[in-house]
C-alpha cells in the first residue's frame, strides 16, 4: 500500500545484534498492528498501539508509535534466530476499523 | 476450535473454474475479515463482516468475487471464472469484538494457484 510506507525492505543481522523497522503513514493512524509472518504462513499478532507516543514491549521486541501517530518502529534487542521471518506493519487510516492497510513488509534473515 | 482454520491450504485450478475457499473463526468472533496476498506484498483488504452483515466489500477486485457468512460463523470466499491474475494466498482473520482495536488472528490461509 503506498499509504503506508516500511523500510527497509529487508535486512540481514548477525545474531545478538539490534535491528529497527520503520512504519509510516501519509495520514494519521486510528490504530497500528505489527505482525510476524514465516513464509506460507498466516499473520502472528504482536503488538497493537493506538495512542500517541504509546509504547509496547514484549520480550525483546519494542514496538513505538510517535505523538503524531504517523510512524511507528519495531526494535528488536539481541536478535535470535527465531526472530526471522517477515515483519507486517498494518494500520487503521479511518475510523472503520474494519479495513487495514498494510505495509509491503521487512524481511528480517538473522545470521549466526 | 483454537484457532483460525482455512481450508483448504492449496488449491490449484485451471483458468475459468470456479473456486471456494472456506474459513472457520475462532468460535464467538463476532467480526471475520479476507484479505489477498500476493507474493512478496502485504495483505489487501477484501472484505468485513460483522456476524452475518458484510459491512465493507469495497476491497473485492471484481464482480467475479464474492463472499458470505450466513450464519455469522463459517465464511465462504468464492472466485468466479478464475484467472492468473487472482493467484495469491487468500488470509481470513476473526477479532473477538466489533473491529480490529483488539487483536486479530489470522489463518494459516489458502494459495490459490490459477493455470
Known amino acids: 500500500s503506498q499509504e503506508l510506507e516500511q523500510s527497509p525492505q529487508s535486512l540481514i543481522v548477525q545474531e545478538g545484534k539490534n535491528l529497527t523497522i520503520n512504519c509510516t503513514s501519509s495520514?494519521?493512524?486510528?490504530?497500528l498492528y505489527w505482525y510476524k509472518q514465516k513464509y506460507g504462513e498466516g499473520l502472528i499478532f504482536l503488538m497493537m498501539?493506538?495512542?500517541?507516543?504509546e509504547e509496547k514491549s514484549h520480550e525483546k521486541i519494542t514496538a513505538k508509535l510517535d505523538e503524531k501517530k504517523q510512524q511507528s518502529s519495531l526494535h528488536i534487542t539481541a536478535s535470535q534466530p527465531s526472530h526471522a521471518g517477515i515483519y507486517l506493519c498494518?494500520?487503521?487510516?479511518?475510523?472503520?476499523?474494519?479495513?487495514?492497510?498494510f505495509g509491503a513488509g521487512t524481511q528480517v534473515v538473522v545470521t549466526p | 476450535g483454537a484457532g483460525v482454520s482455512q481450508s483448504p491450504r492449496y488449491k490449484v485450478a485451471k483458468r475459468g473454474q470456479d473456486v471456494a475457499l472456506r474459513c472457520d473463526p475462532i468460535?464467538?468472533?463476532?467480526?471475520l475479515f479476507w484479505y489477498q496476498q500476493a507474493l512478496g506484498q502485504g495483505p489487501e483488504f477484501l472484505t468485513y463482516?460483522?456476524?452475518?452483515?458484510?459491512?465493507?466489500k469495497s476491497g473485492l477486485p471484481s464482480d467475479r468475487f464474492f463472499a458470505e457468512r450466513p450464519e455469522g460463523s463459517v465464511s465462504t470466499l468464492k472466485i468466479q471464472r478464475t484467472q492468473q491474475e487472482d493467484s495469491a494466498v487468500y488470509l481470513c482473520?476473526?477479532?473477538?469484538?466489533?473491529?480490529?482495536?483488539?487483536?486479530?488472528?489470522f489463518g494459516q490461509g489458502t494459495r490459490l494457484t490459477v493455470v
Open positions: 482473520a476473526s477479532t473477538k469484538l466489533g473491529a480490529f482495536n483488539t487483536e486479530a488472528f
Open positions: 495520514k494519521t493512524l486510528y490504530g
Open positions: 498501539l493506538q495512542k500517541g507516543g
Open positions: 498494518g494500520a487503521a487510516l479511518t475510523d472503520s476499523w474494519g479495513k487495514l492497510q
Open positions: 468460535s464467538g468472533h463476532v467480526s
Open positions: 463482516f460483522q456476524n452475518e452483515a458484510q459491512l465493507d
